[in-house]
C-alpha cells in the first residue's frame, strides 16, 4: 500500500514536471490533471501550491508586457469590464430567486463569473460568511467552466477571425479564471496573451471595491483580501519597459513563466474529479453556465463590432 503510494507520488511530479515540455500545451496540462485524478484519486491537496505557481507565473508573465501597450489595453477592456460585472452579478440575483438557489451561493457564482473566477469567490466568501459547501459547490462549477474554455474559446475565437487583440479582451472578460484565461490566450498568440493577462488583471482590482461594499452591506467583519500580487505585476511591467538592457533575462523569466502556468493548469485539473462534479447539483450548475453563456455571447458582440 505504501508503494502504491508512493509510486503516484512519482508519477504525479513527472506529469507535473513534463508540463515544462512545448509538447504539452495548457489544454493538454489541465486534461492530464483530469485524467490523473479520476484514475488515481487525490495524491496531493494543491490548493496552497496552486495559489503560489499561478501568482508567480502571472508576475513572470509582466516581464514580457510593455507599459504602453499595458494602458491600452486596459483602457479598451475598462467599459467592456464595468457593464460586464454590472450585469452579470445582477442577473445572477435574479435567476437565484427565481430558481430558488442558496443565497450566498447565488452570490460567490455571479460575483465569480463576473470579475475573476475562484480568486472573487475565495475573496468575498468569508464576507459573505459562506461555509465549506457553498463555497466548494460555486468553486467546482467555476473551475469546470474554465475547463470547457480552455479547449473551446480558441476554436471559438479562429472561427470568428478574432485579432490578437479581440481574442485578448474576450478571453479576459468571458473567462473566468485567471488560470484559463492566460492559458486559452497563450494559445492563441503572444499578443493576445499580453492583452488578456492586462484587462484580467485589471478585472481582477474590482474585487477590492466590491469586497468593501459587501462587507458594509452585509456588516460583516469578515477579512477583506486584495491580491497583493498584482502589484508586483505592475512592477514587472515597469521593469521591462524601463530596462531593456536585461531582456535576454526577462525573455527567459517569461518562458519560464508560461510553463509553470501549465503547471498551475495541470494541478488545477487534479481537483476536477467526477465525485466532485456530482455534488454540484443542477441548479446551481445551469445558473453558472447561463452566465457564463450571457457574458461571454455579449462580450464577443462587443469586441466584433467596436474593437475592429
Not at 29 to 54: H, M, S, W, Y
Not at 147 to 155: D, N, R, Y
Not at 218 to 226: H, P
Amino acid at each position: 500500500m505504501l508503494q502504491n503510494k508512493n509510486f503516484l507520488k512519482i508519477l504525479f511530479i513527472i506529469l507535473a514536471a513534463l508540463c515544462f515540455s512545448p509538447v504539452v500545451s495548457p489544454p493538454i496540462a489541465l486534461f492530464l490533471g483530469i485524467i490523473f485524478v479520476n484514475i488515481f484519486g487525490q495524491v496531493f491537496n494543491a490548493d496552497k501550491i496552486i495559489k503560489i505557481v499561478l501568482q508567480v507565473s502571472i508576475v513572470g508573465l509582466g516581464f514580457g508586457i510593455n507599459l504602453k501597450q499595458a494602458l491600452q489595453a486596459g483602457s479598451e477592456g475598462f467599459l467592456f469590464t464595468v457593464f460586464s460585472i454590472t450585469l452579470i452579478v445582477v442577473l445572477g440575483i435574479v435567476l437565484g430567486y427565481i430558481f430558488r438557489i442558496d443565497k450566498i451561493i447565488t452570490q460567490l457564482i455571479s460575483f465569480g463569473t463576473a470579475i475573476c473566477g475562484g480568486s472573487a469567490i475565495a475573496a468575498i466568501a468569508p464576507i459573505l460568511k459562506a461555509d465549506g459547501k457553498q463555497t466548494s459547490v460555486s468553486l467546482g462549477i467555476i473551475f469546470l467552466l474554465n475547463a470547457l474554455a480552455l479547449f473551446i474559446f480558441p476554436e471559438i475565437g479562429q472561427y470568428f477571425h478574432l485579432s490578437q487583440n479581440q481574442f485578448g479582451i474576450w478571453s479576459a472578460i468571458a473567462i473566468h479564471d485567471t488560470s484559463s484565461v492566460v492559458g486559452a490566450a497563450s494559445k492563441y498568440g503572444h499578443e493576445a496573451l499580453q492583452t488578456a493577462t492586462t484587462v484580467k488583471l485589471a478585472r481582477a482590482l474590482w474585487i477590492i471595491p466590491i469586497s468593501f461594499v459587501l462587507s458594509f452591506l452585509n456588516k460583516s467583519g469578515g477579512k477583506i483580501k486584495i491580491p497583493y500580487f498584482i502589484g508586483f505585476f505592475v512592477l514587472a511591467i515597469l521593469v521591462n519597459s524601463y530596462f531593456p538592457a536585461i531582456k535576454e533575462v526577462t525573455d527567459y523569466v517569461v518562458d519560464f513563466s508560461k510553463s509553470s502556468l501549465k503547471v498551475a493548469l495541470f494541478l488545477i485539473g487534479t481537483g476536477l474529479s467526477f465525485q466532485n462534479l456530482k455534488n454540484i447539483g443542477i441548479k446551481p450548475l445551469l445558473l453558472g453556465i447561463i452566465l457564463w453563456v450571457v457574458i461571454s455571447v455579449i462580450s464577443l458582440f462587443a469586441v466584433l463590432e467596436f474593437l475592429k
